[in-house]
């Protein structure tokens, strides 16, 4: 918790884990970050970073945290996802809040027809 209220540094504070069948792919927001381990800076993060990766893969489940990469903004709630790959890295990526976020009524979902395809078409050939 003190990392997550500190001024001072970029930090990533990892509240929880959810299954990966809960990561809201269409809800995603902003871009995406791929943290790496660096055993320069943190001796035994490499180690500790794959273990905790190949454990998460395993589970299939994704990390829920909060992000502050600068000390002049305010956190983020992210996903660690881990990547399938021979190194410890993983996906960072914004998740918005319940406020952020908005059900879609069955009745705006369809499919435009072929005249408003082709207007659209001609609107953007325009520009």
Do not use: W
């Not at 998460?56 to 909060?66: L, P, Q, S, T």
């Amino acid at each position: 918790k003190k990392a997550s209220n500190s001024q001072d540094a970029s930090s990533l504070v990892v509240h929880g884990f959810r299954p990966m069948k809960f990561l809201p792919i269409t809800n995603l927001m902003s871009k995406t970050t791929i943290a790496l381990a660096n055993d320069s800076r943190v001796s035994g993060s490499e180690k500790a970073l794959y273990n905790l990766k190949l454990s998460m893969i395993k589970k299939d489940v994704f990390a829920v945290g909060e992000m502050l990469t600068r000390a002049s903004t305010t956190s983020k709630m992210v996903a660690l996802v881990p990547k399938n790959d021979g190194f410890g890295g993983f996906l960072i990526t914004q998740l918005p809040y319940k406020e952020d976020t908005r059900k879609v009524l069955p009745s705006d979902i369809g499919f435009a027809d072929r005249n408003s395809v082709d207007a659209a078409k001609k609107l953007i050939s325009k520009a």
